[in-house]
């Protein structure tokens, strides 16, 4: 037993100074903790130090989904497509009269468009629907709010994040370009032509009976000119497009840059002011 007791005494020791060797100096884990900051400090930093730097995001990143107010129809697409319905809107209707003759027109009248981004899941159906190209993906992120409530923005605030979507990425190196939809042309019709005689061989026309009384039958009468020409539509006349007021854009664009908008915005901001105000303009 007492050969056993010194055994284990010895052993002992012996594991206290593997665990001394292995400690090493006092200090030594914050010397190396110490070498390792210091080599990283030395290094180029690889990271985005967010917020002070703003991340490249690709033009495709689902960010938020932005509204372009002049392409909506209200045709409530949208709205019905949504898996969360998450999107509403409020029209109402306006008569207007024709501009050349005939009846006035009723045109629906956008008055609310808004999206509860607590409720949307950002599957983009909305966006994959619209026939009319009024909605867009954004890269903006930055429209968090302390209040859930307020996480429904209007659509000012969507009109706002349509001026910061990127144009599409160039094409690949050997990439084909995508095919044109060309407007097909109406087909014209053939004008009628004056009868010619059968050649040798051929059937002869069947003539029209001869009327009862001993009248002769009246010659057949000549084409009208809606047959023999084609009816085609007036094309409806293009918006006229409005150059804005110089003076309107150069002052929005000032007083908004001085509030700390954001470039892009404030310039979207400023023309849309500029355009309003050579409209007025024009109309007297």
């Known amino acids: 037993m007492a050969l056993d007791a010194r055994q284990e005494v010895g052993s002992g020791a012996a594991r206290s100074d593997e665990a001394r060797r292995r400690r090493g100096l006092p200090g030594s ?8 900051t210091l080599k990283h400090m030395l290094q180029r930093s690889i990271t985005q130090e967010y917020p002070d730097e703003k991340p490249n995001l690709p033009p495709r990143s ?20 949504c898996p969360d319905w998450c999107i509403y809107i409020e029209s109402h209707k306006e008569t207007h009269p024709p501009a050349s003759g005939g009846r006035p027109r009723s045109v ?3 008055d609310r468009f808004a999206i509860d981004y607590a409720l949307c899941m950002y599957c983009g159906i909305c966006v994959e629907v619209c026939p009319f190209d009024a909605l867009f993906w954004a890269p903006d992120f930055e429209y968090a709010e302390y209040d859930i409530v307020e996480m429904t923005h209007e659509k000012e605030r969507l009109e706002e994040w349509t001026y910061k979507v990127l144009p599409p990425p160039p094409l690949e190196e050997g990439a084909e370009p ?5 407007a097909e042309a109406p087909a ?6 004056a009868p010619t005689q059968p050649a040798a061989g051929d059937v002869a026309p069947v003539a029209p009976p001869q009327a009862t009384g001993g009248a002769a039958a009246s010659p057949p009468a000549a084409p009208s000119a809606a047959v023999a020409a084609p009816a085609t539509a007036a094309p409806a006349a293009a918006p006229d497009h409005v150059e804005p007021d110089q003076e309107t854009l150069d002052r929005v664009l000032a007083e908004e840059l001085a509030k700390g908008t954001d470039r892009r915005v404030a310039e979207g901001r400023a023309r849309a002011a500029g355009v309003r105000a050579a409209r007025r303009k024009a109309g007297g």
Do not use: D, F, H
């Open 188 to 193: 014209e019709i053939a004008p009628a032509s």
């Open 62 to 81: 689902r960010g938020v989904i932005a509204l372009k107010q002049e392409n909506c129809t209200v045709c409530w697409k949208c709205s019905r497509e």
């Open 29 to 36: 884990g914050l010397i190396k903790g110490l070498g390792v």
């Open 178 to 182: 995508p095919a044109e939809v060309e």
């Open 108 to 110: 629906k009248v956008l």
